[in-house]
């Protein structure tokens, strides 16, 4: 494994740490910006042909359209009796009236759906490499972190310091977050008592 080769090499085992989670999986190694070369990475998908007994990753539809077919016997079979698919002859092919969900997200693709999609010149799915982790200085993190914007960071900061402040202020704490509001109690307390006094 080339990760821990280099690990002994180099004497730096913060690599090692990734280890255990890479099973034959490609690596990706940059200087860049990890959002940029994971949208990069995404950029690159190829089609792929609908496989028997596949489970479908996605919904495919088959558009309303002439399909440029001859109206063959087992083709008008194959649509109308097998798939249920609503058709019609125009100038002598196969002309499909309306938009059909052919296969549902998550069910087994079967022959006649393998059939008619290969007919159709039709490729609905794709493959390509998915950014399964990000590997950054000794950790190992999910690639949703890619997906935060300063916004968000900026908003779980300041969600946590409303927790700490809050935490602070129940136990009556001094912290740096919870003092302003500390010291803006005790004058509201002594502004009271002055105005009850006098």
């Avoid at 000794?138 to 916004?151: A, Q």
């Amino acid at each position: 494994m080339p990760v821990r080769i280099h690990a002994e090499k180099t004497g730096n085992n913060a690599y090692l740490n990734s280890s255990p989670s890479v099973v034959n999986v490609s690596q990706i190694f940059t200087k860049g910006d990890l959002k940029e070369v994971s949208e990069e990475v995404g950029k690159y998908k190829a089609g792929a042909h609908a496989r028997v007994g596949l489970v479908a990753p996605i919904d495919v539809v088959v558009p309303p359209g002439n399909t440029g077919l001859d109206q063959g016997r087992k083709y008008r079979e194959l649509t109308n009796i097998v798939l249920n698919i609503p058709t019609k002859i125009n100038k002598g092919t196969v002309e499909i009236i309306t938009l059909v969900e052919l296969i549902k997200q998550g069910d087994k693709v079967g022959s006649s759906e393998v059939v008619l999609l290969a007919k159709l010149g039709i490729r609905p799915f794709s493959y390509g490499l998915v950014v399964q982790m990000v590997y950054d200085n000794g950790s190992v993190f999910s690639p949703n972190v890619l997906d935060l914007t300063e916004d968000d960071l900026m908003e779980k900061f300041a969600s946590g310091v409303s927790m700490v402040t809050s935490l602070a202020l129940a136990i009556s704490y001094p912290t740096l977050a919870a003092a302003p509001h500390m010291f803006l109690n005790a004058y509201k307390n002594v502004l009271v008592i002055s105005i009850t006094i006098d």
